[in-house]
DNA sequence: CCCTCGATCAC
DNA sequence: CCTCATATCGAGGG
């Protein structure tokens, strides 16, 4: 296989830059996009905010009265999250990046991978001109500013870009790759979390350096085949993964929060059935069915349960969906005698693409 | 091999 | 004080 060119594209605080262009009057002061719970008026979190609102150190996660309080001295702006908004910005940006790319792979709303091996004639100098031009044609038709990462594969490309944030460009070829991430701590790897993260601390790795040194028995013994593998190989800067198209995928949910804590389900069910038409608005603007229905619980404590059903045949029906998510939420409350739900959420799952209809009538129609 | 469920990651 | 959505892995049972 011969050396690929990988570019990583992370579009900086992205929701709150797609806010700052629909209100330009906020550039320059803290914004901080909300994920509003609706228990009460300020319950919820922080989803992301820009880099004023950084500095007093507001960032993803933190509790919104956290955020409040961290920003009381000075004049921020609080937004509810405006989804449809960062949807239509973000699908206009992909098509730009896609027509820079041999092949295309979106990872998030907000970040995908290009290899441009070809494009850039496997050189990395001419990698580094794709990756001007494409920030600069992001700039000119969205306004908006991302930090890329140009590496020999997807692994230290993400890191890469990682690395210089807002508005960077970190190249980064094969002979520098060892040098550049094994300065960095365990926890830049991406699949390395605060779990595995203290594991690692357990026996002493702090940095990626430290990670490279330890016997891949160990690694496996300790973090499994899969992950124990992938840690081997991302401490040498490897990964092989090739740059792919995501196909559509495999499972729609819908989680909300209660009003009060219940186990009740006569208090549950309304908002069940809320997020079960909601999902199922998803299927079917999606035009698939479903083969399984899971139901998701969190406890007061937050600890997350799942039960769910494999159906005898795919279904769409919303009578079908419903019956069964109730029927789970049944047997889980008999099954925790104690435990009071805080939040309640249902998934659909094993999709199948909908042979019908309409297929057929656009097949014929073609 | 299939199903169910929990754990983890990261947005 | 604590949102929401998706993918993946591994264990355990059948």
Known sequence: MPQRIILHTDLDYFYAQCEEITHPELRGRPVVVCVYSGRTSESGVVSTSNYEARKYGVKAGIPIVRARKLLESVEA??????????????????????THSDSFEKLSIDEAYLDISD???GSFDKAKDIAVQVKEEILQKERIT????????KLVAKMASDYNKPNGLTIM?????IKFIEELPVNRIPGVGKKVEEKLTDIQVHTIRELARVDPVVLIEKFGKSLGNY?????????????KEREQPTQFSRIGTLKQNSRKPEEILPLLNELASSVLQK???EKMECKSVSL????TDLSIHTKSVTLDSPTRDSKTIMENAKTLLDRFVESMPNAAIRRIGIRLSDLHKRAGQTDIV?????
């Open 77 to 98: 702006t609080f937004l509810p999250m405006n989804r449809p908004l960062y949807d239509q910005v973000s699908n206009r940006i992909m098509g730009i990046l896609k």
């Open 119 to 121: 494009l850039a004639e």
């Open 146 to 153: 991302c930090s890329v990462g140009i590496a020999p594969n």
């Open 173 to 177: 070829q094969q002979r520098d790759a």
């Open 231 to 243: 840690l081997f190989q991302a401490a040498r800067g490897e990964d092989n993964d090739p740059v």
């Open 283 to 285: 299927l079917n603007d």
């Open 296 to 299: 998701i619980a969190i406890l």
């Open 362 to 366: 656009s097949f014929l129609q073609a």
